[in-house]
């Protein structure tokens, strides 16, 4: 009796143990399961086909970026140029394949190239130069995102049509994205784990000193590594790009911290070592699950930050957790037997999830289609008060109106708009409201969604090359004129002035630079002395001033094109402000209203940014309700100067 429950006891003890381990062992895959689950059951939304392809594409770019870093990582080193890599591949393949008139075939081979001619570096850098990966990548994304701007001139370039077919679809429904992942994935597998430069990597990041004294090349090994890394960031560019439809020469900034994060979360050690290719894609695929089920479920931009950040966490301790336990590590070398039960693990995971998510999908079905119309609402960023006043209008009309309004941040990136933008589609809104971070990159979004039947009202900034229902602005360039008017007669029709330029590629910097420019013409006396983009940033406004003081500490005037740069000039200018040098802002956001106010800002174009966003979602329920809208509605702008802005409402 007592050796029966022994037996029981113990067989019990290696049933948990081997679970434990099966966890351990698969605790990115198990993740992955748990939220797939989790979004599937939180919202009605995620589990459809065109919003599991929508998590395909949005992880894509991450996760090829990702395969060139994991090789990297499992030699002990560590990438952080890969994101401006990606996006100089992808303004050299634009501006070969228009301005230099390249053939498209020669331009995308030009781009690989520039991917490996980064690489190479990095690896001379390293191998040979001495320095740690950790200074040398750092370098080369500084090099790198410098040379994009350099030949963009900062401003995005457009990819002729064949280029941008890369981001369509196959058959109507496949996502060419996608696809291109799922390729990238099996070479990354192929060379981790059939290759003899994978089993060099293998070999360098588990001892790189007993690598060397076996015989290894490890310096042109690390050459061939950090090549390969550029060439899979290359890739990534011109998928990026294409989804795009153009090259931002400041697209997948930060992605070189998404594409570490996924192949840590998958299952690397930073250490070195080990990793594997489905491990970085499982990894990928988490992050991405992650940002399209907190948008669905309206969180806001900057939880999902910290969301991301505590997964991260969360995964390294699970590392340093199946090093403890003696779990399986992931190196070359791995039996038959292994591979099997590998394919056994995930096939049995996938019959898991099924069951489990067709079962939360009862909790959606049969409830009925809401009365309340739903609409969302994609802002470039809400670092800017002006685009927190848009989403304070649009939010009081909304709830007005009984409307279901969501709310996203870009946080000035095109990508993670278009993802955004996406999502919004999937999800069957009723209509979409959308302020462009560039104008161009919006258009493939914006062109899904008019397929989809969805109206996409635009606001503040103007959506190239797609049909939206209405724009809803400022006059820009009016605005624009007033500005040049009212600091001209500031200084008496004569002085010298700088302008700083908002983002390039956004309509309403275009815009305002042209009334900036029509409205001097009617004073010649007035000599713009410098024009520099400060990206509508108060801090780059201030950085941008100080730089053109050392230069023109003559200047007598400013005209900046958002009230943020207006700001940070008056910070650099000091005491200068509002006595011997005169600045002129534009939005009449609240803060540059109180310095108008306080004589440090001379005056500011005021837009009435909450009007747009009231006006915006009036318009969205009108299309959305099938009755007639304007095809632009302008709203009125208003010099604000000491004199009045007492009485000034906003």
């Not at 029966?4 to 605790?27: P, V, Y």
């Not at 963009?152 to 370039?157: F, L, R």
């Not at 409201?433 to 606001?459: G, H, L, M, T």
């Amino acid at each position: 009796m007592a050796t029966d429950t022994l037996k029981s006891t113990t067989g019990a003890g290696a049933a948990s143990g081997g679970l434990r381990r099966l966890l351990l062992d698969n605790g990115a895959l198990t993740a992955l399961i748990v939220l797939v689950i989790a979004m599937s059951a939180l919202s009605g939304d995620f589990l459809t086909t065109d919003n599991l392809l929508n998590v395909g594409v949005q992880a894509a770019v991450t996760a090829i970026l990702a395969f060139g870093v994991t090789f990297v990582i499992v030699s002990a080193g560590i990438d952080l140029s890969v994101g401006s890599v990606a996006a100089l591949s992808a303004t050299v393949l634009a501006w070969s394949a228009t301005s230099a008139g390249v053939p498209v075939f020669v331009a995308v081979l030009l781009a690989i190239a520039t991917g490996i001619a980064c690489g190479l570096v990095n690896g001379i850098l390293i191998s040979y130069g001495k320095l740690p990966p950790f200074i040398a990548t750092l370098a080369m994304l500084s090099v790198a995102r410098g040379l994009s701007l350099v030949i963009s001139e900062g401003s995005p370039i457009a990819l002729p049509d064949s280029v941008s077919h890369l981001g369509d679809t196959l058959g109507g429904w496949l996502p060419v994205p996608v696809l291109v992942m799922a390729v990238m994935g099996l070479i990354a597998a192929f060379v981790l784990g059939r290759t003899y430069i994978g089993r060099s990597m293998y070999a360098i990041g588990g001892n790189e000193e007993a690598a060397r004294l076996s015989g290894l090349r490890v310096k042109k090994q690390k050459l061939a590594i950090y090549a390969l890394s550029g060439v899979f960031a290359a890739v990534a560019g011109v998928v990026l790009a294409a989804r795009l439809s153009s090259a931002q020469p400041q697209a997948a900034d930060g992605y070189e911290l998404d594409a570490i994060a996924a192949v840590v979360i998958g299952g690397a050690s930073l250490a070195g070592g080990t990793g594997k290719a489905s491990g970085t894609l499982i990894g990928a695929l988490i992050l991405a699950v992650l940002r399209n089920g907190l948008n669905l479920l309206n969180v806001s931009a900057f939880w999902q930050q910290v969301v991301i950040g505590v997964v991260i966490a969360l995964a390294v301790l699970l590392d340093t957790a199946r090093r403890k336990a003696g779990a399986t590590p992931v190196a070359a070398g791995s039996g038959g037997g292994n591979k099997g039960k590998q394919a056994a693990t995930y096939g049995l995971a996938a019959v898991v999830t099924v069951v489990i998510v067709g079962a939360t999908s009862f909790l959606h079905n049969g409830s009925s289609a809401a009365s309340t119309p739903k609409m969302g609402l994609s802002l470039s960023t809400l670092n800017n008060p002006f685009f927190v006043q848009i989403r304070a209008g649009a939010q009081a009309e909304a709830k007005k109106l009984g409307v279901d309004l969501t709310v996203t941040d870009a946080q000035n990136d095109a990508s993670q708009q278009a993802n955004q933008l996406q999502n919004f589609t999937s999800s069957g809104l009723g209509a979409i409201i959308v302020n462009p971070v560039d104008s161009d990159a919006a258009s493939n979004s914006v062109k899904a969604a008019d397929k989809a039947k969805i109206p996409v009202i635009a606001v503040d900034r103007v959506v190239n090359n797609a049909k939206t229902a209405t724009l809803v602005a400022s006059d820009n360039v009016a605005g624009g004129e007033l500005a040049a008017k009212s600091i001209a007669e500031k200084l008496g029709g004569k002085g010298k002035i700088v302008i700083l330029q908002g983002q390039a590629g956004t309509s309403a910097a275009r815009e305002r630079a042209q009334g900036f420019a029509n409205g001097l013409k009617a004073y010649p006396g007035i000599q713009v002395v410098a024009q520099q983009p400060a990206d509508f940033d108060r801090t780059k406004g201030l950085d941008v001033m100080s730089n053109l003081l050392q230069a023109h500490p003559d200047v007598q005037g400013v005209i900046a094109a958002n009230d943020e740069m207006a700001l940070g000039a008056v910070k650099a200018l000091g005491s200068k402000a509002g006595k011997s040098v005169s600045v002129v802002g534009f939005d009449g956001t609240p803060d540059g209203l109180k310095a108008v106010e306080g004589g440090t800002l001379y005056a500011s174009v005021a837009q009435q940014p909450s009007q747009l966003g009231k006006i915006a979602v009036d318009n969205a329920l009108r299309a959305l309700q099938g009755k007639k809208v304007e095809e632009t509605v302008k709203v009125p702008v208003k010099v604000v100067t000491k004199e009045n802005v007492a009485g000034f409402s906003g």
